[in-house]
């Protein structure tokens, strides 16, 4: 059972360039979210999904972008990338809502130069 | 605002020894309290979910407890192994929202051997 898988690990991205950043869940689980962690900072929400189709922005959506085809994909894309993005993203996914019951992915570092 | 201060921010302890780590939080209302526990280089991982009815709940060597009214929870760790060296980060989950949590910026804590 893999869980929640993120790829890539690792990320090096020039200004201005774009990537999209994979995410993959195999729990049938229904809620969806991407967060990035900044160093001494907690998670911040950017977007999430609570099925196919439905997604809304969290705390700190600006500069992103994401779908939801499936249940198990949620991809988050970045369009013309800039420094403040250089983070680390998690991916996580969750049976139901309020907290409980979340399965995080290893993370993505981004470094954008 | 909600937010969620922990302390301290680092501890460096030695293995065996026992610690407790803090988390106070201003967020309102209240649904539940999470403790993560987060490996270097991986996503959070779960250790403990409290209600507002919850005074202490256990896992195996972690022990949290609650106090609601004070709005303050603390995390004990006993007889620590080297494995415990990760940042615990201190969770609250809102009850007005089901998808926003607020994240602390966690307590990197090393067990030296």
């Known amino acids: 059972n893999a869980g929640v898988t993120q790829t890539p690990k690792f990320r090096i991205l020039k200004i201005g360039q774009s990537m999209t950043l994979q995410c993959t869940q195999d729990?049938?689980?229904?809620?969806m979210y991407w967060y990035r962690q900044d160093p001494g900072m907690g998670l911040k929400l950017i977007y999430y999904?609570?099925?196919?189709?439905?997604?809304d922005k969290g705390e700190v959506p600006n500069g992103y972008n994401v779908s939801r085809s499936t249940t198990e994909d949620f991809p988050l894309r970045l369009e013309l990338a800039a420094p403040s993005q250089t983070s680390v993203y998690f991916c996580?996914?969750?049976?139901?809502?309020?907290?409980?019951?979340?399965?995080f992915g290893s993370g993505t570092r981004l470094t954008v130069v | 605002k909600n937010q969620v201060e922990q302390s301290p921010q680092s501890l460096i302890i030695l293995e065996g020894k026992n610690c407790t780590l803090q988390?106070?939080?201003?967020?309102?209302?209240?649904?539940?309290l999470r403790w993560y526990k987060q490996d270097t280089g991986r996503g959070p991982v779960s250790l403990t979910i409290?209600?507002?009815s919850e005074n202490t709940k256990s896992n195996g060597r972690y022990t949290a407890t609650l106090d609601a009214d004070t709005k303050q929870s603390s995390l004990h760790i006993t007889a620590s192994q080297l494995s415990d060296s990760a940042s615990y980060i201190c969770?609250?989950?809102?009850?007005?929202?089901?998808?926003?949590?607020?994240w602390g910026a966690g307590t990197k804590l090393i067990i030296k051997p």
């Open positions: 999904s609570v099925g196919a189709g439905i997604t």
């Open positions: 729990m049938n689980h229904n809620y």
């Open positions: 996580a996914s969750s049976p139901s809502t309020g907290g409980r019951g979340y399965t």
């Open positions: 969770v609250v989950s809102p009850s007005d929202s089901n998808y926003q949590l607020i």
């Open positions: 988390c106070n939080y201003t967020v309102s209302p209240f649904s539940n």
């Open positions: 409290m209600t507002f």
